[in-house]
C-alpha cells in the first residue's frame, strides 16, 4: 500500500503504526486497553477500542498524518455514534495527547 508519513519535531518519521504505539502506551500509563479492533464481515470499523476503568470505551480510527478516513470508515463511524458511542479520528501523537486530556477529564 501506500505509505504516508509526516516528521515529527525530532525529525522522525510518523505513521500510522507510530501513532498507535504512542496511544497504547498511553492509555496503559491510565490503567486502560486500547485493543485493536478487528471485525470480520465488517470492513471499516475504527482501528482501536479503547476501554477504561469504570466502564468507558471509545472506538479511534487511526490515520496517518493528514490522512482521512475512507467513505466506508466515516459510515461504519456515523453507525457507531448513533448508538451512543465516543468516536473519532486520530492522525498524530498531538491528536493522542488531545484525546487523553478529554478521557482523562471525564
Same mark, same amino acid.
Given at each position: 500500500?501506500?505509505? !504516508?508519513?509526516?516528521? $515529527? ?12 504505539? /504512542? #496511544?497504547? %502506551?498511553?492509555? =496503559? ?10 471485525? *470480520? ?5 475504527? $482501528?482501536? #477500542?479503547? !476501554? ?5 470505551? /471509545?472506538?479511534?480510527? #487511526? =490515520?496517518?498524518?493528514? @490522512?482521512? *478516513? ?8 456515523? @453507525?457507531? =455514534?448513533? #448508538?451512543?458511542? %465516543? ?5 498524530? @501523537?498531538?491528536?493522542? $495527547? ?9
Amino acid at each position: 500500500g501506500e505509505i !504516508v508519513a509526516a516528521v $515529527d519535531e525530532g525529525g522522525f518519521v510518523l505513521r500510522e503504526a507510530t501513532i498507535e504505539a /504512542y #496511544l497504547r %502506551d498511553r492509555v =496503559k500509563a491510565q490503567g486502560g486497553i486500547a485493543y485493536k479492533w478487528v471485525s *470480520p464481515g465488517n470492513v471499516g470499523v475504527p $482501528d482501536r #477500542l479503547i !476501554v477504561f476503568p469504570g466502564g468507558t470505551v /471509545y472506538f479511534r480510527e #487511526l =490515520k496517518a498524518p493528514g @490522512k482521512k *478516513p475512507t467513505p466506508l470508515q466515516v459510515r461504519q463511524m456515523e @453507525k457507531l =455514534k448513533a #448508538l451512543g458511542f %465516543d468516536v473519532g479520528v486520530i492522525d498524530s @501523537k498531538q491528536g493522542v $495527547d488531545e484525546f487523553m486530556r478529554e478521557v482523562m477529564q471525564v
